[in-house]
């Protein structure tokens, strides 16, 4: 699983770190490739000797390696090949460190000069673990981007009982491989996507339609395949290329688009409506292409179409259900009016008053609206959309 990963493993001086044989191995069993670095007060809690054997590397403490050669470890090196760093366990001493930069040691330095991703399990006493330094210093490297991950709960080295133990190796090495191969809540679920316009016929000739590109649904198509689900994508006519992974169903109007999305959606974890589908279509369409000459075409006698959220609301069993709403005028409440009639978990709002939102963009402003909750985005992508949106749906899973 973690084949050819190279995992620069930073141990220091906590008790815990006698785990990290433990970790060593799992991560070598799993085909790592893994290099360790220790604090000189590590050496007091674990030795070289065990983690270089399962390692089947030398470890490096200190700087200088040999005082007679002057054969020194080359921080900048090591610190440029990992893909990942781990520090495990993370004494309160080198997380303040590591958000200081004090760089009097062989680890700190390496990670001073590492390019790669970091992650941090800290290990420490009760009280040490609820001191507001810990917790500020965590914070810090949380706003950095380096992935912290969470104190284990239990008996603690002191005796004392409570938050502070390091996460065991088995859940650190979870973190690792999560860390290379994401595994989403969406992988294998079956999402089911409506994209772009509906047309709707007058004519053989003439339509009514409207401005939708496609692109929301397309982009959302897109990153649900990536996130590993199995994606089903039923579009009305646009010019979009659709990813290989998708299953794609092209339909015209809204009839079809009803027909196919029912077809599917007894099968489907979660229904993702955002085609833009006409509400009204003509009542009769005739057969040979009206002649302005013939036919008064200023009046044209218009039906409901099918409505699709609604029907599929109203059937739902385990489905979880997201819709679009676009408005020009009191956004919020309709939003909300439609989230309940239509017994959705999630709409998604677009306000044409948005600049750069909307059809045809490439940008789009959203709005969440939940049962019980609304939260404001900001202009972002689509992609970036689509991604906010399949988080939510992740969360909502
Ligand atoms: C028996 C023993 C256990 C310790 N366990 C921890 C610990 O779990 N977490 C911690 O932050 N410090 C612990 N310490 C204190 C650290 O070893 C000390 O702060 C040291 O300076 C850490 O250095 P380093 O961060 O460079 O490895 C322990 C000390 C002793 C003597």
Same mark, same amino acid.
């Given at each position: 699983?973690?084949?050819?990963?190279?995992?620069?493993? &930073?141990?220091?001086?906590?008790?815990?770190?006698?785990?990290?044989?433990?970790?060593?191995?799992?991560?070598?069993?799993?085909?790592?490739?893994?290099?360790?670095?220790?604090?000189?007060?590590?050496?007091?809690?674990?030795?070289?000797?065990?983690?270089?054997?399962?390692?089947?590397?030398?470890?490096?403490?200190?700087?200088?390696?040999? @005082?007679?050669? &002057?054969?020194?470890?080359?921080?900048?090196?090591?610190?440029?090949?990992? =893909?990942?760093?781990?520090?495990?366990?993370?004494?309160?001493?080198?997380?303040?460190?590591?958000?200081?930069?004090?760089?009097?040691?062989?680890?700190?330095?390496?990670?001073?000069?590492?390019?790669?991703?970091?992650?941090?399990? $800290?290990?420490?006493?009760?009280?040490?673990? =609820?001191?507001?330094?810990?917790?500020?210093?965590?914070?810090?490297?949380?706003?950095?981007?380096?992935?912290?991950?969470?104190?284990?709960?239990?008996?603690?080295?002191?005796?004392?009982?409570?938050?502070?133990?390091?996460?065991?190796?088995?859940?650190?090495?979870?973190?690792?491989?999560?860390?290379? =191969?994401?595994?989403?809540?969406?992988? &294998?679920?079956?999402?089911?996507?409506?994209?772009? $316009?509906?047309?709707?016929?007058?004519?053989?000739?003439?339509?009514?339609?409207?401005?939708?590109?496609?692109?929301?649904?397309?982009?959302?198509?897109?990153?649900?395949?990536?996130?590993?689900?199995?994606?089903?994508?039923?579009?009305?006519?646009?010019?979009?290329?659709?990813?290989?992974?998708?299953?794609?169903?092209?339909?015209?109007?809204?009839?079809?688009?009803?027909?196919?999305?029912?077809?599917?959606?007894?099968?489907?974890?979660?229904?993702?409506?955002?085609?833009?589908?006409?509400?009204?279509?003509?009542?009769?369409?005739?057969?040979?292409?009206?002649?302005?000459?013939?036919?008064?075409?200023?009046?044209?006698?218009?039906?409901?179409?099918?409505?699709?959220?609604?029907?599929?609301?109203?059937?739902?069993?385990?489905?979880?259900?997201?819709?679009?709403?676009?408005?020009?005028?009191?956004?919020?409440?309709?939003?909300?009016?439609?989230?309940?009639?239509?017994? *959705?978990?999630? *709409?998604?709002?677009?306000?044409?008053?948005?600049?750069?939102?909307?059809?045809?963009?490439?940008?789009?402003?959203?709005?969440?609206?939940? $049962?019980?909750?609304?939260?404001?985005?900001?202009?972002?992508?689509?992609?970036?959309?689509?991604?906010?949106?399949?988080?939510?749906? @992740?969360?909502?899973?």
């Amino acid at each position: 699983m973690l084949k050819g990963k190279k995992i620069l493993l &930073g141990v220091t001086g906590s008790i815990a770190a006698y785990k990290t044989a433990t970790l060593v191995r799992v991560l070598t069993k799993a085909g790592a490739d893994v290099r360790v670095v220790l604090t000189p007060s590590a050496l007091s809690f674990v030795t070289p000797l065990t983690l270089s054997t399962l390692s089947k590397h030398p470890v490096h403490s200190a700087y200088v390696e040999n @005082e007679e050669t &002057g054969e020194w470890a080359n921080h900048v090196a090591l610190g440029k090949w990992a =893909d990942l760093m781990v520090i495990a366990p993370c004494s309160a001493n080198t997380l303040s460190k590591l958000v200081s930069g004090e760089c009097d040691n062989l680890l700190i330095a390496v990670y001073l000069s590492a390019s790669c991703p970091i992650m941090v399990a $800290p290990a420490m006493d009760l009280d040490m673990s =609820d001191h507001w330094t810990t917790k500020k210093n965590l914070e810090t490297l949380e706003e950095k981007h380096v992935r912290v991950l969470p104190f284990g709960e239990g008996e603690l080295a002191s005796g004392l009982t409570g938050k502070g133990r390091m996460m065991e190796p088995e859940e650190i090495f979870d973190a690792i491989a999560d860390h290379f =191969d994401p595994r989403s809540k969406l992988k &294998g679920k079956r999402i089911l996507i409506t994209a772009g $316009p509906t047309y709707e016929a007058i004519d053989p000739v003439r339509y009514i339609g409207n401005h939708s590109s496609g692109k929301m649904g397309f982009a959302l198509a897109q990153a649900a395949a990536d996130r590993g689900a199995d994606v089903h994508l039923v579009s009305g006519p646009t010019h979009l290329q659709h990813d290989p992974m998708v299953h794609r169903y092209d339909v015209v109007s809204a009839k079809d688009m009803f027909e196919k999305v029912t077809t599917l959606f007894k099968d489907t974890d979660v229904l993702i409506m955002s085609a833009a589908v006409a509400d009204y279509r003509p009542a009769t369409i005739a057969e040979k292409k009206l002649k302005k000459e013939v036919v008064d075409l200023a009046v044209i006698e218009l039906e409901k179409t099918e409505d699709i959220l609604a029907h599929c609301g109203a059937i739902k069993e385990k489905q979880l259900l997201v819709g679009f709403a676009l408005e020009t005028d009191d956004e919020l409440a309709h939003a909300r009016r439609k989230l309940e009639n239509k017994n *959705l978990d999630l *709409l998604v709002l677009n306000s044409l008053r948005d600049a750069g939102a909307g059809f045809g963009t490439d940008t789009n402003k959203v709005t969440f609206v939940f $049962p019980d909750q609304v939260r404001e985005g900001e202009l972002k992508l689509k992609t970036e959309v689509a991604a906010d949106i399949l988080d939510e749906i @992740e969360r909502m899973l």
